[in-house]
């Protein structure tokens, strides 16, 4: 089993940042941690999502997380101020357009980031790539833990981890314990619901759609959905034909990074013959909001099952 280096922390964290996500502050019943950071800190070992383990001391407080998803978890957590870096593309997260950009996701910057002297690199599992980074990172000493978050449960178990880092498990466990009530609120709301068949639309043209592992199936399911890609892939190519045997009845798309201008379907050749073109059930999202998972993925939840059950909506 691998061991990180350990490094001397100081024993009290800096107070938290009071910036927090506005998608966090929406929900009347966000849960949002108001601790100004933690009084006591036990020695804690969190093992990652691959069996690596970093063991630390006192509270991380120089934290770079090369995922946005990471930052937006640290920021509901009350742990704005434990953040060292970004990457390039979090500049539009709220609090975050001040800290120094190390790279990108894929390609961060190693030299930057030993820079910045970092207690801790997080980073998400995925693409080959990014783990070679990773182990490059670990080379220079740093410590880096990658886990994946590609459901609910996933992301919960990120959050309580990251709660144990910072010294932060009472605020972390109180974000969890809202979330998964209003989960289950959803789950009562829509279990005699017939599940609605959605296609979720990553990318056009060259036909992208979001498949059965990732958080956009998770956050279909919970809005009383059903995925009409029944591959396990997170992203899935799709062609026209296969969209058209599969008829959903109703349509997301995403816009944002992937998908920056998307074409309205009734333009799209063959498209307007499409249940739900015809019926009127097409919602354009946001893809950060959606496909990202954090702590707007409920909200996401509650907004998709809105839209598809209007007839229950509250």
């Given at each position: 089993m691998l061991r990180s280096p350990t490094k001397a922390l100081a024993a009290e964290s800096a107070e938290s940042s009071s910036a927090t996500l506005a998608g966090a502050d929406q929900h009347p019943d966000s849960g949002a941690p108001e601790?100004?950071?933690p009084t006591h800190f036990s020695p804690v070992t969190v093992r990652d999502d691959a069996g690596y383990e970093v063991q630390l001391n006192a509270p991380a407080k120089r934290i770079i997380a090369l995922y946005?998803?990471?930052?937006e978890l640290l920021l509901a957590l009350g742990a704005g101020d434990s953040l060292a870096a970004r990457t390039v593309a979090d500049a539009d997260i709220p609090g975050l357009a001040h800290l120094p950009a190390i790279g990108t996701h894929m390609r961060p910057n190693a030299e930057l980031i030993v820079q910045q002297s970092?207690?801790?690199?997080?980073?998400?599992?995925?693409?080959?790539?990014?783990?070679?980074?990773?182990?490059?990172?670990?080379?220079?000493?740093?410590?880096v833990l990658i886990f994946e978050m590609n459901s609910f449960e996933q992301m919960f178990?990120?959050?309580?981890?990251?709660?144990?880092?910072?010294?932060?498990?009472?605020?972390?466990?109180k974000l969890i314990s809202t979330w998964q009530k209003r989960?289950?609120?959803?789950?009562?709301?829509?279990?005699?619901q017939e599940p609605v068949r959605v296609f979720y639309e990553v990318r056009y043209p060259n036909l992208l759609a979001a498949g059965r592992g990732g958080i956009v199936d998770d956050i279909m399911i919970h809005a009383g959905a059903r995925n009409v890609v029944t591959d396990e892939k997170k992203l899935v190519r799709f062609n026209e034909e296969a969209l058209l045997a599969a008829d959903p009845d109703a349509y997301?798309?995403?816009?944002?990074?992937?998908?920056?201008?998307?074409?309205?379907?009734?333009?799209?050749?063959?498209?307007?013959?499409?249940?739900?073109?015809?019926?009127g059930r097409v919602l354009t999202v946001d893809e950060d909001f959606f496909a990202r998972p954090g702590p707007r993925s409920v909200d996401?939840?509650?907004?998709?099952?809105?839209?598809?059950?209007?007839q229950t909506a509250r």
């Open positions: 601790s100004t950071g946005g998803a990471f930052n970092p207690d801790l690199v997080i980073q998400l599992a995925g693409r080959n790539e990014a783990l070679l980074q990773t182990e490059a990172l670990r080379g220079l000493g740093l410590n178990g990120v959050m309580e981890k990251l709660g144990q880092l910072t010294g932060r498990e009472a605020e972390a466990a989960i289950a609120d959803l789950e009562a709301r829509y279990a005699n997301i798309v995403q816009r944002g990074p992937m998908n920056p201008d998307p074409q309205p379907l009734d333009q799209r050749l063959h498209y307007k013959n499409l249940r739900a073109v015809r019926d996401a939840a509650e907004e998709l099952g809105r839209f598809l059950h209007p």
